[in-house]
């Protein structure tokens, strides 16, 4: 005969094996009484709402992790030659920049800016910092916390294409977000 169960706790998997037919074997068979009877069918519940939370949590943290993923290393705002003044914003990115952050208030991001290769270095690198600035002031604007928000200048530095044309150098003047 199997041992009952006494509460429905921590170890739920082990409690049912030691009160669960064996394969092919009837409760009767077992000698489980009702009160057994109940308190595995407990035990099964705890179970299953155990699972059911560990996929959710599991859901929810792979969607983050993927989210930030899609976020990270991204260009929500490019700018003009020698300026901090946005020249293209991207609204749908910076939305989903700012959900994750309101979602997850432990988070933090880096606001890296970027400048082309116009100008003396110490200007590009000036004109970066302003352009991190800009952004974080954007963000803060729109309720993120300031203290959140890390913003570098890294003039002309990581270039996500070549500087030799125009349409090159506009899109090295941006700002990129990576979060932590």
Avoid at 117 to 122: K, P, R, T
Avoid at 146 to 170: C, F, H, L, M, Y
């Amino acid at each position: 005969m199997a041992a009952p169960i006494e509460t429905a706790s921590a170890d739920t998997t082990a409690k049912v094996a030691a009160v669960a037919p064996a394969d092919g074997q009837s409760e009767a068979a077992t000698g489980l009484t009702a009160a057994d009877s109940t308190v595995r069918q407990t035990v099964k519940a705890e179970i299953a709402n155990a699972l059911a939370n560990e996929r959710a949590t599991t859901t929810a943290t792979d969607r983050t992790d993927a989210l930030v993923a899609k976020l990270n290393n991204t260009t929500p705002a490019n700018f003009g030659e020698g300026s901090a003044k946005f020249r293209r914003v991207d609204k749908s990115l910076v939305k989903l920049i700012i959900s994750y952050l309101t979602k997850n208030p432990e988070a933090s991001v880096y606001v890296n800016g970027y400048a082309s290769s116009d100008g003396s270095l110490a200007i590009k690198k000036t004109v970066s910092q302003a352009r991190a600035d800009a952004f974080k002031t954007y963000l803060v604007s729109k309720n993120i916390t300031q203290n959140r928000v890390v913003a570098t200048g890294k003039g002309i530095e990581n270039p996500i294409t070549s500087n030799d044309t125009e349409t090159g150098r506009k899109k090295n003047r941006r700002v990129e977000v990576t979060f932590q």
